[in-house]
Protein backbone atom coordinates (compact mmCIF):
# COMPACT_ATOMS: atom_id res chain seq x y z
CA UNK A 1 0.00 0.00 0.00
CA UNK A 2 2.69 2.56 0.44
CA UNK A 3 4.39 1.63 -2.63
CA UNK A 4 0.76 2.25 -3.97
CA UNK A 5 0.65 5.65 -2.27
CA UNK A 6 3.94 6.20 -3.46
CA UNK A 7 3.28 5.99 -7.09
CA UNK A 8 0.07 8.12 -6.82
CA UNK A 9 2.35 10.56 -5.49
CA UNK A 10 4.69 10.72 -7.90
CA UNK A 11 1.91 10.97 -10.45
CA UNK A 12 2.02 7.69 -11.72
CA UNK A 13 -1.12 5.40 -12.00
CA UNK A 14 -2.47 3.77 -8.93
CA UNK A 15 -5.09 1.45 -7.26
CA UNK A 16 -8.19 2.42 -4.96
CA UNK A 17 -7.59 0.57 -1.93
CA UNK A 18 -9.61 -1.86 0.50
CA UNK A 19 -8.51 -2.75 3.83
CA UNK A 20 -10.19 -5.07 5.61
CA UNK A 21 -9.73 -7.81 8.14
CA UNK A 22 -9.94 -8.12 11.76
CA UNK A 23 -11.18 -5.28 14.19
CA UNK A 24 -8.35 -3.33 15.99
CA UNK A 25 -5.63 -4.16 13.79
CA UNK A 26 -4.59 -0.92 12.29
CA UNK A 27 -6.30 -0.54 9.35
CA UNK A 28 -7.41 2.85 9.28
CA UNK A 29 -4.02 3.57 11.45
CA UNK A 30 -2.44 2.68 8.31
CA UNK A 31 -4.25 5.24 5.98
CA UNK A 32 -3.57 7.84 8.62
CA UNK A 33 -0.23 7.21 8.95
CA UNK A 34 0.63 7.05 4.70
CA UNK A 35 -0.77 10.53 4.89
CA UNK A 36 1.73 11.78 7.48
CA UNK A 37 4.59 10.39 5.19
CA UNK A 38 3.39 11.93 1.81
CA UNK A 39 1.96 15.02 3.01
CA UNK A 40 4.60 17.47 2.55
CA UNK A 41 5.11 15.93 -0.55
CA UNK A 42 1.34 17.63 -1.33
CA UNK A 43 -0.76 14.47 -0.43
CA UNK A 44 -3.88 15.37 1.50
CA UNK A 45 -6.57 13.53 3.24
CA UNK A 46 -10.66 13.70 3.00
CA UNK A 47 -12.47 11.59 5.29
CA UNK A 48 -15.95 11.22 4.07
CA UNK A 49 -18.64 9.23 5.92
CA UNK A 50 -21.35 6.91 4.31
CA UNK A 51 -24.17 9.58 4.55
CA UNK A 52 -21.64 11.58 2.45
CA UNK A 53 -21.40 8.91 -0.55
CA UNK A 54 -24.04 9.81 -2.67
CA UNK A 55 -22.35 13.62 -2.93
CA UNK A 56 -19.05 12.41 -4.32
CA UNK A 57 -19.62 13.33 -7.88
CA UNK A 58 -19.75 17.24 -6.49
CA UNK A 59 -16.38 16.04 -4.25
CA UNK A 60 -14.60 15.01 -6.92
CA UNK A 61 -15.68 18.24 -9.41
CA UNK A 62 -13.92 20.42 -6.60
CA UNK A 63 -11.28 18.24 -6.15
CA UNK A 64 -10.82 17.95 -9.85
CA UNK A 65 -8.48 21.29 -10.34
CA UNK A 66 -6.74 21.39 -7.29
CA UNK A 67 -3.25 21.17 -7.12
CA UNK A 68 -2.48 18.42 -4.34
CA UNK A 69 -3.04 15.11 -4.73
CA UNK A 70 -6.24 13.30 -2.51
CA UNK A 71 -7.10 10.04 -0.71
CA UNK A 72 -10.97 10.07 -0.19
CA UNK A 73 -10.99 8.38 2.88
CA UNK A 74 -14.05 6.00 4.17
CA UNK A 75 -13.45 4.33 7.18
CA UNK A 76 -15.43 1.35 8.75
CA UNK A 77 -17.72 0.87 5.37
CA UNK A 78 -20.29 -1.59 5.58
CA UNK A 79 -23.72 -1.49 3.50
CA UNK A 80 -27.19 -2.96 5.10
CA UNK A 81 -29.24 -3.97 1.73
CA UNK A 82 -30.29 -1.50 -0.56
CA UNK A 83 -28.90 1.19 0.60
CA UNK A 84 -28.54 4.67 -1.34
CA UNK A 85 -24.90 4.63 -0.77
CA UNK A 86 -23.72 1.39 -1.96
CA UNK A 87 -24.40 2.18 -5.53
CA UNK A 88 -22.74 5.82 -5.30
CA UNK A 89 -19.75 4.02 -4.72
CA UNK A 90 -19.94 1.40 -6.93
CA UNK A 91 -19.87 3.65 -9.73
CA UNK A 92 -17.57 6.40 -8.10
CA UNK A 93 -15.28 3.48 -8.37
CA UNK A 94 -15.64 2.46 -11.70
CA UNK A 95 -18.07 2.96 -14.53
CA UNK A 96 -19.24 6.73 -13.93
CA UNK A 97 -18.66 9.63 -16.08
CA UNK A 98 -18.60 11.90 -12.81
CA UNK A 99 -15.52 9.57 -11.53
CA UNK A 100 -12.38 10.57 -9.63
CA UNK A 101 -9.81 12.37 -11.58
CA UNK A 102 -6.25 11.43 -11.87
CA UNK A 103 -5.35 13.39 -8.66
CA UNK A 104 -8.01 11.13 -6.42
CA UNK A 105 -7.60 7.64 -5.23
CA UNK A 106 -9.98 6.01 -2.39
CA UNK A 107 -9.29 3.96 0.50
CA UNK A 108 -11.76 2.37 2.49
CA UNK A 109 -11.42 0.38 5.17
CA UNK A 110 -13.94 -2.52 6.75
CA UNK A 111 -14.37 -5.27 8.91
CA UNK A 112 -16.29 -6.87 5.94
CA UNK A 113 -14.38 -8.42 2.79
CA UNK A 114 -17.10 -7.75 0.33
CA UNK A 115 -18.87 -4.64 2.63
CA UNK A 116 -22.72 -6.57 2.96
CA UNK A 117 -23.72 -9.14 5.04
CA UNK A 118 -23.85 -12.53 3.43
CA UNK A 119 -26.54 -15.15 4.40
CA UNK A 120 -26.46 -18.86 3.79
CA UNK A 121 -29.51 -18.86 1.33
CA UNK A 122 -27.65 -16.69 -0.76
CA UNK A 123 -25.17 -19.49 -1.02
CA UNK A 124 -27.54 -22.34 -1.63
CA UNK A 125 -28.32 -20.00 -5.19
CA UNK A 126 -24.82 -21.31 -6.24
CA UNK A 127 -24.77 -24.06 -9.25
CA UNK A 128 -22.32 -26.28 -10.48
CA UNK A 129 -22.47 -26.52 -14.53
CA UNK A 130 -19.95 -29.00 -16.34
CA UNK A 131 -17.52 -28.62 -13.12
CA UNK A 132 -17.62 -24.98 -12.61
CA UNK A 133 -19.08 -23.09 -10.02
CA UNK A 134 -21.18 -19.92 -10.72
CA UNK A 135 -22.25 -18.01 -8.10
CA UNK A 136 -25.95 -17.22 -8.07
CA UNK A 137 -27.00 -12.68 -8.64
CA UNK A 138 -26.69 -11.87 -5.23
CA UNK A 139 -23.56 -13.29 -4.35
CA UNK A 140 -22.43 -11.91 -7.73
CA UNK A 141 -23.88 -8.34 -6.78
CA UNK A 142 -22.24 -8.18 -3.25
CA UNK A 143 -18.67 -9.18 -4.78
CA UNK A 144 -19.19 -6.45 -7.15
CA UNK A 145 -18.01 -3.32 -5.08
CA UNK A 146 -15.00 -5.19 -3.83
CA UNK A 147 -14.00 -6.51 -7.06
CA UNK A 148 -13.74 -2.72 -8.29
CA UNK A 149 -10.94 -1.78 -5.35
CA UNK A 150 -7.47 -2.67 -7.42
CA UNK A 151 -5.74 -3.24 -4.03
CA UNK A 152 -6.58 -5.30 -1.24
CA UNK A 153 -4.82 -5.06 2.09
CA UNK A 154 -6.12 -7.61 4.50
CA UNK A 155 -5.20 -7.35 8.89
CA UNK A 156 -5.30 -10.56 10.26
CA UNK A 157 -5.85 -11.89 14.03
CA UNK A 158 -2.15 -11.61 15.70
CA UNK A 159 -1.06 -14.15 17.65
CA UNK A 160 -0.41 -14.14 21.38
CA UNK A 161 3.35 -12.68 21.09
CA UNK A 162 3.08 -9.76 19.06
CA UNK A 163 0.34 -8.90 21.09
CA UNK A 164 2.81 -8.94 24.25
CA UNK A 165 5.20 -6.93 21.68
CA UNK A 166 3.00 -4.30 21.21
CA UNK A 167 1.77 -3.50 24.60
CA UNK A 168 5.41 -3.75 25.67
CA UNK A 169 6.53 -1.11 23.25
CA UNK A 170 3.50 1.26 24.16
CA UNK A 171 4.29 0.89 27.96
CA UNK A 172 7.73 1.58 27.84
CA UNK A 173 6.60 4.63 25.18
CA UNK A 174 4.33 5.60 28.31
CA UNK A 175 6.76 5.42 30.71
CA UNK A 176 5.94 2.24 33.04
CA UNK A 177 8.41 -0.53 31.39
CA UNK A 178 7.27 -4.48 31.73
CA UNK A 179 8.15 -6.03 34.99
CA UNK A 180 7.55 -10.13 36.12
CA UNK A 181 3.51 -9.28 36.17
CA UNK A 182 3.25 -7.65 32.87
CA UNK A 183 2.43 -10.68 30.40
CA UNK A 184 -0.05 -11.99 32.91
CA UNK A 185 -1.75 -8.59 33.06
CA UNK A 186 -2.01 -8.13 29.83
CA UNK A 187 -2.95 -11.54 28.85
CA UNK A 188 -6.00 -11.15 31.70
CA UNK A 189 -6.56 -7.74 29.62
CA UNK A 190 -7.15 -9.26 25.97
CA UNK A 191 -9.25 -11.93 27.58
CA UNK A 192 -11.67 -9.90 28.91
CA UNK A 193 -11.76 -7.91 26.04
CA UNK A 194 -12.15 -10.74 23.73
CA UNK A 195 -9.66 -10.23 21.53
CA UNK A 196 -5.76 -9.30 21.19
CA UNK A 197 -4.98 -6.68 18.69
CA UNK A 198 -2.86 -3.16 18.45
CA UNK A 199 -5.90 -1.48 20.08
CA UNK A 200 -6.26 -3.63 22.96
CA UNK A 201 -2.61 -3.70 23.80
CA UNK A 202 -3.09 -0.34 23.54
CA UNK A 203 -5.62 0.49 26.19
CA UNK A 204 -4.12 -1.90 28.18
CA UNK A 205 -0.39 -0.48 28.21
CA UNK A 206 -2.79 3.09 29.24
CA UNK A 207 -4.07 1.19 32.01
CA UNK A 208 -0.63 -0.16 33.13
CA UNK A 209 0.94 3.09 33.41
CA UNK A 210 -1.82 4.32 34.93
CA UNK A 211 -1.38 1.93 37.87
CA UNK A 212 1.99 2.10 38.10
Known amino acids: MDANTRQFVAGKPANNAL ?23 GLRLIEVD ?11 ELLAEADYRFIVFIDDLTFAEHEPGYASLKAALDGSLAGPSDNVLIYATSNR ?19 EVHPGE ?18 HAMDQDTYLDIA ?4 AALGAPADDGFERAALQWSMGRGARNGRVAWQFARDWAGRQ
Open 113 to 131: RHLMPEYMAENLETQYLGG
Open 19 to 41: LTGARGCGKSSLVKAVHAKYAPK
Open 168 to 171: RHWA
Open 50 to 60: KAGLPQLPDLF
Open 138 to 155: AIEEKVSLSDRFGLWVSF
